[in-house]
């Protein structure tokens, strides 16, 4: 066999891999990466429209009281997950000891009977993608039900499903206004975001949010906003659970 002819079923193979990335959770049991922000919400309402859900990975921060990725702090990423009703694989981890740490999670969701981890991402790079070397590391399928979708139309249906979700962290250098902190993505308010030149799903860094009720909650979380801390170009508005929510 000709090495074009090796190559090109090759490709093929790759591109029939990568189409199967948006639909991997279907008829499936899968394991849900979670930040607790708007897209692995969205992701983890098409694994559980698709299939079945067993859990939400979570990775913290070394101290164990923040999210690795957003900085969420524990009680409230637990809340969404007993709303949602959902347990949560999680661990600390420094950015040295991420990947293996995140394997070990993948390994004890796998015992648990998942076949497939689900995240929210839309633009990952199609060749060197992280989640697909350690899922097979690990043993699973991968799938990313937003991956390549146009953003406007991810936000749109994410808003029109019902979920509320609330900007906490934002980027003063890409267009964000500490003015932003606090706001529910609405679709008048991610029209009036792209006429200021900002991705409308934050994908550029603009901004990180928090889901607070929809679809998948059994009640909407309860959370007062706090102060308004700032580090180098970023702005962060702290949530704090009221006593009465999960």
């Not at 093929?12 to 948006?22: A, F």
């Not at 004890?108 to 060749?127: F, I, N, R, S």
Request: aromatic residues 8%.
């Amino acid at each position: 066999m000709s090495s074009a002819k090796i190559s090109f079923i090759l490709n093929r193979l790759n591109y029939i891999m990568q189409d199967q990335w948006k639909t991997n959770a279907n008829q499936r049991h899968s394991i849900v990466s979670f930040s607790g922000g708007k897209d692995s919400s969205l992701a983890l309402y098409h694994a559980m429209q698709s299939g079945s859900v067993i859990g939400l990975i979570v990775m913290l921060e070394e101290q164990g009281q923040r999210s690795r990725s957003h900085a969420m702090p524990l009680d409230i990423i637990q809340a969404q997950a007993d709303a949602i009703g959902l347990p949560v694989f999680m661990t600390s981890s420094s950015w040295a000891d991420y990947e293996s740490k995140f394997i070990e999670l993948l390994q004890q969701a796998k015992l648990q009977g998942a076949e497939v981890l689900v995240t929210g991402d839309l633009d990952m790079p199609e060749h060197g993608c992280w989640h697909n070397r350690i899922t097979q590391q690990a043993g699973l399928k991968l799938c990313m039900p937003l991956w390549q979708r146009p953003h406007r139309e991810v936000i749109e249906e994410f808003i029109q499903l019902g979920f509320k979700t609330m900007i906490v962290t934002v980027n003063l250098n890409l267009g964000m206004k500490v003015e932003d902190l606090g706001k529910i993505l609405t679709l008048d308010y991610i029209q009036k975001l792209e006429n200021r030149g900002i991705d409308p799903c934050g994908e550029g860094g603009e901004f990180h949010s928090t889901v607070i009720d929809g679809p998948l909650f059994t009640a909407p979380i309860a959370v007062r906003k706090g102060d308004i801390l700032y580090h180098e170009n970023y702005a962060f508005l702290a949530l704090e659970l009221e006593s009465n929510s999960f």
